[in-house]
């Protein structure tokens, strides 16, 4: 009986220390110390697509005539997107191809002749052990480049509407740089020594998105060309 006591008691000892032990290692370890002590999984992020239309004005086999063309309209967003062996000046992009048709329609009534461009715009995967606030973070980043070229439509299309007035227009973008920004300070902060290629590569494209938006004026001809921007560094995935 008394070694039976005694057994249950170091028993009973012994998971005392234990979890002496864990509540003092989550309350004294560093976190960076702590994250080599968690459970870290094995994933392929999910990757995410949507699709957008673009308006095309004009395309040429040359950039030359196409950098000269796009100075023969107005409002548009005058960046040149190449695909093979074209290069096409870009009036606008919307996500629905409802909203591109009408634009078509639109501008064909002034005697322009437009063409839809269909384009499947796709994150690319991400390979690697991550914590759960990891993927949560890397996922948020990824989506980022869809959601700032939603916002930027929103923002071009208010202003040629009249829903959104110049200084609306202008909280709007400054808001949505902000926005950008702390996202882009949390990524660098919880992927400081990270040397996996693809975080390097989604830093480079989060860099880049965050230069366009900096250069972006509240006009609607600027915020055109940056929503186009933001899916040309999404296709390249520099």
Known sequence: MKKF??????????????????????SYFS??????????????????KTQVF???CAKSQSRLESETLKDDYENISKFIWQDGD???VVHSAYEMENDANKVKANLEKNG??????PLTIQTFEINGNFMTDEINLLNECQTSFIGLFRSLCDLHVGLETGVYSAELCQDKLQKLKENHQKLIEK????????QNIQ???????????QTCLTNTKA???SIKFASIQILDILRNQF
């Open 31 to 48: 976190p960076t110390l702590q994250l080599g002590l968690a459970q870290k999984s094995v994933t392929p992020l999910p990757t995410f």
């Open 86 to 88: 074209y290069f096409y």
């Open 199 to 209: 975080i390097l590569k989604l830093k480079t494209m989060l860099s880049l998105s």
């Open 112 to 117: 322009l002749k437009i063409e839809i461009k």
């Open 219 to 221: 006009d609607v001809v």
């Open 5 to 26: 006591n005694v057994r249950a008691v170091l028993i009973i000892s012994l998971f005392i220390v234990l979890a002496a032990f864990v509540g003092f290692s989550t």
């Open 187 to 194: 990524f660098e902060v919880c992927f400081q020594n990270c």
């Open 54 to 56: 673009l308006v095309i």
